[in-house]
Structure formats: structure tokens, C-alpha cells
């Protein structure tokens, strides 16, 4: 996979001036030098903190109002609309009015990151929720769960999956959701801004480095972090499935 | 002072007259019957016929329509799991739950204290024969084990009832005469009392005390059979082959 891409673009860049469209090796130089600086240490952890709190907001909302929904009729036809009108807008078009109402800073970013986050999470453990096993919810009832009780040993547990998997697609989300804001919401820190800034004085090697940085660190993120939790959080579906 | 020769006898199961309808379909009753403590009542009755909504009722998991439905001389709503509890045909087990977080999971909702909840586990397993298998998941188990799982849940709550919904239906037929014989074992001396729900009239011959046969729907009580032979019971009886061919003509299926 990431051959293909290494080659595709070390091709496209030898049709063009190397101002223009740099090549991998000098792209990976310039990364060399980027990760090293203090002004990249900064945008990575100004970055992370904004889409770490986005992005807990949004599972816990996510989770709560989804589990809610499990035992609410009402409440879940009511959010099912609401959330699949707002969820056809694109999180990024917030950003003006949110920049107006909170003004320039982390909040219009951290607020289109969870929301970005947040619908499909709620999606999926509101489906989740809906289809708990009828027959688990007698055997608790005949076993003299209570109402709380219930919720703890079925229903967490039985939509524990799906929320686990919608935080994963949720993540994916709130990562383009934060490169994107930060790109145009005015800020003068992170990594999509260090794009943006690095387009403005044509630096084009810069640009490239922060791009393959960005897919770099979601890639490890969903692909290692994101994928051990899930083993270790859904660790009976994984044992002696030999 | 009252003592043990002028109490009064309080059957296990008392239903009066007891019909249940969804909307203006009437699928039981109404049915009246005793089951006094301690028996072994198997109901019989064709697909479809309510056996299943009977046991609902009496499990307290609906209402009824009409009558009265006493539960160890007491309203069957407002019953625990202590008084009665239920095997379903589909095991219900939690697949994200050991064999033992499984069984103890009544308790567990109980605030049984740890190593009371231990000893009770400890006491089941044995009981069905699942000793070794108690950090095991379901999905690792086979057919029998899980039901074998899915009844020691149930016995771990000691009920006085037992209800028992097709317990045996998923299974093949060699693990199912294997479980009907540890269900005998366990139910002989206990003092329980069990009310088993099947279609299969073998099943009901070899286990139970009394077998019921209900109509179709809405379901009457159309036959209630004391079965008087000893146990094991010889499927070759002559006494065997006639009370079999006797429900297969309630049954209509016979031609």
C-alpha cells in the first residue's frame, strides 16, 4: 500500500521542477530536519490535545445518548432525525460561525472535531442498543436483575462492541475533521496549519513532510493503538477461536 | 401453634381459570389447573398452541388477561428468582461471560457475598458435570455443555420451580437422553418441582410425573396423565407403548 503510493508520486515527480513537486528522498530529508524542530514538537502537541478533547466528548456523549436510546423509544426516533439531518453537513462548514461566536483559539476546532466524531459514533451504538438480545434481557429479568443492573451486565456489554468499532471509524473522522479546521479557522499553531503555512511561502517539501506525517500518525493510531484496544477490550471474542 | 401435620399444603402452582389474548386473539385458556410441590409436570402440545406463553406466565415474564395465577400461594408478579426461575431453548448465555460469570450471574444481582456465591457455583458444577470448564467461554463450548451451563444459571438461584422451555430442543438425540438422565439425577431428592414445555412425547414419558396435553389454540387442557411407572422407564414397556400411542392419539398423530 504504501509502495504504491511512494511510487505513484516519485513518477508524478519526475515530470515536474523540483520546486513544484518535490521528490521521496527530498521529501524524507526535509522530514528529517521537521522532526527534530521545537516549532513541530509544539504543532503536534497543541494538535493532539485538541482533537483528545474533541474527540472524548465526543464518546461520551456518543456512548451515553446511544445507550439511552437503547431503552427510550422516543428518545431514539427523536435523535435518529436529528442526527441524520446534522450529520449531512460537513463538521468544517461550522467553522465561520463558530469563530464568530467563540473567536479565534482551540474551541471552533475542538467543537468541529467532536462533532465530526460524534454522529457516527452515536449511529453505531444506537443500532447497537436497538438489537440487544431479547432473549439476554429475560434471562436478567428472570434472574431478578434490576433496571440498573440490566443496563451494566447486558446492555454495556452487548453494545461495548459496536461502540468500540464506531470509535474507530469516529477517529478517522475526527483526525480529517482536525487537519481540515486547522488548515482554515485561523489558528497559528498545529499541524494543518503547518500546511497551510507551508504552501504560503511555496515551500512545497515542507507541505509534503506535514502531509505524510499526518497519514503516518493515523495510520499508527488506528492501526496499532486503536486495534490493541479493541483485542484487549474485546478480548473474549479473540480466545481459543482455534 | 401450628404444627407440620395441620399446615396447609400450598401447591407450587395454582391456576384458576387463567386465559391471555394480544389484542382481540385469544391464544390460552382458559386453563385451570394444580401442579402440587415436587412434581415433575411435562406439558405437551402441538406447534403453536401457547405451551410457551403458558410458561411465560408462569415464569411472571407476561400477565394474564384473566384468572389468577398463584405462584407458591403467592401472586406470580412479585415473585424471585428464589421461588422460580427458567431454562429457555436458546441457552441465553453471555458470550462476553465465563462458564462460572455465567452461572453466578443471578447471584450477582442477589449481593450474594463472594464466598457463599463461590460455594453455590462450586455445588452446580459439580451437579452437571462442568468442573474444568468454568473459565471457558460459550462460543467455546458445544450444544450440550452451553444448555448444561444455561440450567446449572438456573439451579444456582435454588428455585423451588423450575420452568423448562423446549430445554432440549436444539440438541442431538444421544446428548439429549444423556442430559435427561442428569436432570432426573438432579431432580430426584431435591424436592423441586419442574414444569417442562415440549413437543416431544418420548421426552415427556421418560422424565415426567404427570404429563398435561394442551389443544390447539387458544390452548384448553385437553388430557392430564399421571405416569405411574418406575424410573429409568423401558421405552419397550408394554405399559410405555401404550401410554405413548394414548398422547400420540391426543396429539393427533396417529392416523
Redesign the interface.
Known amino acids: 500500500m504504501a509502495g504504491t503510493i511512494l511510487v505513484t508520486w516519485q513518477t508524478a515527480a519526475a515530470f515536474f521542477p523540483s520546486f513544484l513537486l518535490p521528490g521521496v528522498a527530498e521529501v524524507a530529508r526535509r522530514l528529517a530536519t521537521v522532526l527534530g524542530t521545537r516549532e513541530f514538537a509544539e504543532a503536534l502537541m497543541v494538535s493532539f490535545y485538541r482533537i483528545g478533547v474533541g474527540f472524548a466528548v465526543a464518546i461520551i456523549l456518543g456512548t451515553s445518548l446511544g445507550l439511552a436510546s437503547g431503552l427510550s423509544n422516543s428518545l431514539r426516533s427523536y435523535l435518529r432525525a436529528l442526527v441524520s439531518v446534522l450529520q449531512s453537513i460537513p463538521p468544517i462548514t461550522w467553522v465561520p460561525l463558530l469563530v464568530i461566536l467563540t473567536g479565534f483559539g482551540d474551541a471552533p476546532i475542538i467543537i468541529v472535531v467532536a462533532l465530526a466524531s460524534f454522529y457516527p459514533l452515536i449511529q453505531s451504538v444506537m443500532s447497537a442498543a436497538e438489537h440487544v438480545?431479547a432473549?439476554?434481557l429475560?434471562?436478567?429479568?428472570?434472574?431478578?436483575?434490576?433496571r440498573r443492573?440490566t443496563l451494566r451486565?447486558?446492555y454495556l456489554?452487548e453494545v461495548?462492541p459496536a461502540a468500540v468499532t464506531g470509535t474507530q471509524i469516529a477517529f478517522g473522522n475526527a483526525w480529517r475533521a482536525l487537519v481540515a479546521s486547522e488548515m482554515v479557522a485561523g489558528v497559528g499553531v498545529g499541524l494543518g496549519w503547518s500546511i497551510t503555512f507551508a504552501a504560503e511561502i511555496a515551500d512545497m517539501a515542507g507541505a509534503l513532510a506535514h502531509i505524510v506525517v499526518i497519514g503516518v500518525i493515523a495510520a499508527i493510531i488506528d492501526r496499532i493503538v486503536l486495534e490493541w484496544i479493541k483485542h484487549r477490550l474485546l478480548r473474549?471474542?479473540y480466545?481459543?477461536?482455534d | 401453634m401450628i404444627n407440620s401435620a395441620e399446615r396447609v399444603v400450598v401447591d407450587a402452582l395454582q391456576v384458576d381459570g387463567v386465559t391471555k389474548m394480544y389484542g382481540s386473539l385469544v391464544v390460552l385458556g382458559p386453563l385451570s389447573f394444580r401442579v402440587p410441590d415436587g412434581e415433575f409436570v411435562a406439558v405437551l402440545g402441538p406447534s403453536g398452541c401457547g405451551k410457551s406463553t403458558l410458561l411465560s406466565l408462569l415464569?411472571?415474564?407476561s400477565q394474564p388477561s384473566g384468572g389468577r395465577l398463584l405462584v407458591r400461594g403467592r401472586d406470580a408478579d412479585h415473585l424471585?428468582?428464589h421461588e422460580r426461575?427458567?431454562v429457555?431453548q436458546?441457552d441465553?448465555l453471555?458470550?462476553?461471560?465465563?462458564v462460572r460469570r455465567n452461572i453466578s450471574?443471578?447471584l450477582?444481582?442477589?449481593h450474594a457475598d463472594t464466598d457463599e456465591a463461590h460455594r453455590l457455583v462450586r455445588e452446580v458444577l459439580e451437579q452437571v458435570g462442568l468442573c474444568g470448564f468454568e473459565e471457558?467461554?460459550p462460543?467455546?463450548l458445544s450444544g450440550g455443555m452451553r444448555q448444561r451451563t444455561a440450567i446449572a444459571?438456573a439451579l444456582v438461584?435454588q428455585p423451588a420451580i423450575l420452568l423448562m422451555d423446549e430445554p432440549y430442543g436444539s440438541l442431538d438425540a444421544m446428548t439429549r437422553m444423556q442430559m435427561h438422565e442428569e436432570l432426573l439425577r438432579i431432580w430426584k431428592g431435591s424436592g423441586r418441582t419442574i414444569v417442562m414445555v415440549t413437543h416431544d412425547v418420548d421426552e415427556a414419558l421418560s422424565l415426567a410425573d404427570r404429563v398435561m396435553v394442551l389443544s390447539s389454540r387458544p390452548a384448553h387442557l385437553k388430557a392430564d396423565l399421571s405416569i405411574a411407572m418406575s424410573r429409568p422407564r423401558d421405552r419397550s414397556s408394554a405399559d410405555y407403548t401404550k401410554t405413548r400411542t394414548e398422547l400420540l392419539t391426543l396429539l393427533g398423530l396417529t392416523m
Open positions: 438480545d432473549l439476554h429475560k434471562v436478567a429479568r428472570i434472574l431478578g436483575a434490576s443492573q451486565t447486558v456489554p461495548f473474549w471474542r480466545v481459543g477461536n | 415464569a411472571g415474564l424471585g428468582p426461575t427458567m429457555f436458546q441465553g453471555l458470550p462476553w461471560r465465563t450471574l443471578g450477582e444481582y442477589r471457558y467461554y462460543h467455546q444459571r438461584m
